[in-house]
């Protein structure tokens, strides 16, 4: 029997309790999961790949068809050599709807095999992201319910260590 496989790529630089909701949703519909974190990213990483990689095993540990993975280079050619029929992206709000829809023709132009596929959080996450969660992080603000605790202490230890580096 055909099995249903979807890559959900990302930065996950740190993983947020949106990205969470978003794996335990597409871990419902897909029959694997691939969660891939993107290695040749432009942006500096607050985290190491290896470290987002053990933070993000570490929290989806009990969903047994979702796998933790890296990637480097273009998104089809990873889906392709992972044999995925599709891409699963989250959509917060209607801000993230043109980059998403912008990548997800690129991808068509590039594999018109592989569809995309968008989902939507649990509406109280539809303003949480990665990077204000940095942000909070290091100001020193409440992180509870946007971060699971393993990674909140992982995130305060690394700001911790950055802002007694830069003093
Ligand atoms: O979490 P992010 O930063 O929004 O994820 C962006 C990501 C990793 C999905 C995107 O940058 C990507 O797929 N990069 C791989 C390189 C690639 O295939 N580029 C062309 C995509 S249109």
């Not at 993230?96 to 996450?125: C, H, I, S």
């Not at 319910?145 to 830069?166: F, K």
């Amino acid at each position: 029997m055909k099995r249903t496989i979807a890559i959900y790529p990302g930065t996950f630089d740190p993983p947020t309790n949106g990205h969470l909701d978003l794996i335990q949703r597409g871990a419902k519909i897909f029959d694997e999961l691939v969660v891939a974190i993107l290695r040749n990213s432009e942006k500096v990483p607050l985290f190491t790949v290896d470290e987002r990689l053990e933070m993000l095993r570490d929290c989806t540990r009990t969903w047994k068809n979702v796998r933790i993975e890296s990637f480097e280079g273009l998104l089809v050619d990873y889906a392709r050599s992972c044999g995925a029929q599709a891409v699963l992206r989250g959509i917060r709000a209607v801000s993230d709807y043109e980059y998403e829809l912008q990548m997800a023709w690129m991808n068509r132009k590039l594999d018109p095999t592989l569809e995309t596929v968008f989902m939507m959080p649990a509406g109280a996450y539809s303003y949480l992201s990665s990077r204000l969660v940095r942000e909070i992080a290091a100001l020193g603000g409440a992180l509870g319910d946007l971060v699971p605790t393993s990674v909140e202490s992982l995130l305060r230890a690394r700001v911790g260590v950055a802002r007694q580096s830069s003093k």
